[in-house]
């Protein structure tokens, strides 16, 4: 994929309906989540396109060692969540807010934990020096963009909450266990683009 398609396809994601997050929000609807964002960051690394996840550090209180994208919660002074995205990104991984090119939000995502998770798709043309913040990241890694776009690459888990079951993705990738909520956000990307490809 060039950068001009990446770059179009990450400005129209958002108008692609995914009903696997439909269903997922459904299951986990709060009454009033609090605003969270994840940054989608996309850079170009080994001659092609890579998304930057990191493993949780072990030390955290909640979802240590598990798969994520660099993320987190909106502050009071974030002046967007496409800033909050950044903000967090930049304080986990040491790349700068201004190395990004963004994009609109995805739509939310729910958590058990009461939060309303949106994704910000990112690109950066090339590969970003690194700098893991040890207090929250044990390891930063790629996953490259063409694996997690094709739907084939994934399984499925069951996902139980108050008393009920969802069947959602899960994505092994070399040694590394990506499942919950950053697994459904890419299995949707993988969607949304095939939704694109239909389009275009």
């Known amino acids: 994929m060039t950068h001009t398609e990446l770059v179009h396809f990450f400005q129209h994601a958002a108008r692609y309906p995914t009903a696997l997050r439909e269903q997922r929000n459904l299951l986990l609807d709060t009454p009033q989540p609090r605003e969270a964002a994840v940054l989608l960051a996309t850079v170009y690394r080994h001659r092609q396109w890579q998304l930057l996840l ?3 550090a072990d030390t ?4 240590t060692g ?3 994208l660099a993320g987190g919660r909106r502050d009071p002074q974030d002046l967007s969540l496409i800033h909050t995205a950044l903000r967090e990104t930049a304080e986990e991984t040491g790349i700068g807010c ?12 729910y958590t058990p934990t009461g939060y309303a998770v949106s994704p910000v ?3 950066c043309p090339y590969n970003p020096n690194t700098q893991a913040n040890v207090g929250e990241v044990a390891e930063i890694f790629y996953l490259p963009l063409d694996f997690a776009l ?6 499925r888990r069951e996902f139980q909450y108050n008393g009920r079951t969802l069947h959602v993705p899960a994505l092994p990738y070399r040694h590394y266990d990506i499942w919950g909520l950053t697994a459904m956000i890419l299995y949707d990307l993988a969607e949304r683009y095939r939704q694109y490809r239909q389009a275009v």
């Open 54 to 56: 990191t493993r949780r």
């Open 60 to 63: 955290l209180r909640h979802h």
């Open 66 to 68: 598990q798969i994520a």
């Open 98 to 109: 201004e190395r990004w090119q963004t994009f609109p939000q995805l739509p939310p995502y």
């Open 121 to 123: 798709p990112a690109v």
């Open 150 to 155: 094709h739907s084939g690459n994934y399984t």
